[in-house]
Nanobody
Framework: QVQLVESGGGSVQAGGSLRLSCVASGYINCMGWFRQAPGKQREGVAIMHTGGGDTRYADSVQGRFTVSQDYAKNTVYLQMNSLKDEDTAMYYC??????????????????????WGQGTQVTVSS
């Protein structure tokens, strides 16, 4: 129903920054960012309820990553600063409809999401 397209990945040196974008084909009110490194499980990075602007972050990225949106363009961004080697992964955005509370509490569960983007690779090197 809704389609997501990520962009903005690339290769950067440790300490650098990238901004990922996720463009949705229509409005959906709960958006999540996930990442998966080879041999690792997919892990939640950040969640935003686009209707109210509520956000949550994984401890591993707290203070370094920030989610924002352009509501009119159905676009969510992930600003990544002070990148570390361990941030290297394929990054995905995902979406499902939920209330603000459900979004920010259950949005860590990958099985809640109806739609996933194709992923964009982020590689951080020293």
């Amino acid at each position: 129903q809704v389609q997501l397209v990520e962009s903005g990945g690339g290769s950067v040196q440790a300490g650098g920054s990238l901004r990922l974008s996720c463009v949705a084909s229509g409005y959906i009110n709960c958006m999540g960012w996930f990442r998966q490194a080879p041999g690792k499980q997919r892990e939640g990075v950040a969640i935003m309820h686009t209707g109210g602007g509520d956000t949550r972050y994984a401890d591993s990225v707290q203070g370094r990553f920030t989610v924002s949106q352009d509501y009119a363009k159905n676009t969510v961004y992930l600003q990544m600063n002070s990148l570390k080697d361990e941030d290297t992964a394929m990054y995905y955005c995902a979406a499902f409809d939920a209330s603000p509370w459900v979004c920010v509490t259950s949005g860590w569960d990958v099985y809640r999401y109806n739609t996933w983007g194709q992923g964009t690779q982020v590689t951080v090197s020293s």
